[in-house]
């Protein structure tokens, strides 16, 4: 019987021992579990100082593109195409030859009206002789010089009909695709082809009422486009329509842009900015510093603290809710939020929490800049 108590007795120790170790071993992971929660490594991020930047005023806006000269060239007369003197796609001189209909019956015609024109004036000049030796009236004079002039109008109206039949470039410009086959029986208003003139080329944008008073002929804008990636182009602004619309409240503009190498095509959608005379102090900071939430934009602020382990200066994080303002290249400006001389991280502020230790590694820092080219961007 006491062996068997001593046997009972040595389980439960055992027992007991076993779950102490346990439990201190559970206690250990739980707390290296909240340190490592509480204190995640550091993370290596590059920074920027806010700094009071000069900044163009600039009025952004989106606009299309719109030839200065464009028409689809039509048929003005009934008639069969007998000639197709154009390419498509390429360019045309203002007066070249784009389509000739079939005008043998109008050369007929011109023929026997220029011989009736002939014929009168022969009996004009013989109707004179006589009036000046005053063998005849005034009134059979006058009747032969109506005659004469109604034989050259008809002959000038059949010439008009054979130059509408030769269907000629109005201005110079591109060609688009053709609308017309040879032998195909034409009827007035039939499309031909496109034309249209590139260089230069109008931007067509809007505005709110409210910033007309800043809008004037001369200004400057620039334009950018995603047929050409990374260029801006830049022009002025030559026409203000005079009419506000009553349903928007907005004014059209119109700029003209250089277009020399006839990229930029009308229909196409541009973002414009127009330059506004005088200039603006900011605080900027790059625009990765930013991280852009749907509750409110946050930035960053790089801190210097003593570490709670070791006592040692550590370089920490607060995130801070800020107001943005305009944008410019790589830049974006700082209503309110952050003040001038502070450092922001400025590059991997999505992998950031509020609190956390970081290493600043500027070498790594991209180059930002306020007016960035392709080969930088």
Request: hydrophobic share 45%.
């Amino acid at each position: 019987m006491a062996m068997k108590k001593r046997i009972i007795l040595s389980i439960v120790g055992v027992m007991v021992l076993v779950s102490g170790l346990g439990g201190i071993k559970f206690l250990q992971i739980g707390r290296m579990s909240a340190q490592a929660l509480q204190t995640p490594p550091p993370e290596t991020v590059t920074t920027a100082v806010v700094r009071r930047q000069t900044w163009e005023s600039l009025l952004p806006a989106v606009g299309s593109l719109q030839a200065v000269q464009g028409v689809t060239v039509e048929a003005e007369l009934v008639g069969k195409v007998v000639q197709i003197a154009f390419e498509p796609g390429t360019k045309v001189r203002a007066g070249d030859l784009l389509v000739k209909q079939d005008t043998s019956s109008e050369e007929a015609q011109l023929r026997a009206a220029e011989a009736a024109a002939v014929l009168a004036k022969a009996n004009l000049e013989r109707t004179k002789e006589l009036f000046l030796k005053k063998t005849i009236s005034k009134s059979e004079w006058d009747n032969a010089e109506t005659q004469f002039k109604q034989a050259v109008a008809q002959a000038d109206t059949v010439r008009a009909t054979i130059a509408k039949k030769n269907i000629r470039a109005p201005f110079t410009g591109l060609l688009g695709i053709r609308l017309v086959n040879l032998g195909e029986f034409l009827h007035e208003g039939d499309a031909i082809v496109s034309l249209q003139s590139l260089n230069p080329i109008f931007v067509n944008f809007l505005l709110p009422q409210q910033e007309l008073a800043k809008i004037a002929l001369g200004l400057t804008v620039r334009v950018t486009s995603d047929a050409l990636p990374g260029e801006v182009i830049e022009g002025t602004i030559t026409a203000i329509n005079p009419q506000v619309d009553a349903a928007t409240r907005n004014i059209r503009i119109q700029a003209t842009v250089a277009n020399s190498r006839e990229q930029l095509r009308p229909g196409m959608f541009a973002e414009v900015a127009v330059v506004l005379p005088g200039r603006n102090e900011v605080l900027a900071i790059p625009a990765t510093s930013v991280l852009y939430a749907p509750y409110g934009d946050s930035i960053f602020i790089v801190e210097e603290k003593k570490s709670q382990q070791t006592g040692e200066p550590v370089k920490t994080v607060r995130q801070q809710f800020a107001r943005l303002g305009e944008k410019q290249g790589d830049f974006v400006s700082i209503v309110s939020g952050v003040k001038e001389g502070e450092t922001v991280v400025s590059t991997g502020v999505f992998k950031l929490r509020n609190g956390q230790i970081v290493v600043v590694d500027n070498t790594l820092s991209p180059e930002f800049k306020l007016r960035p080219s392709p080969e930088n961007k």
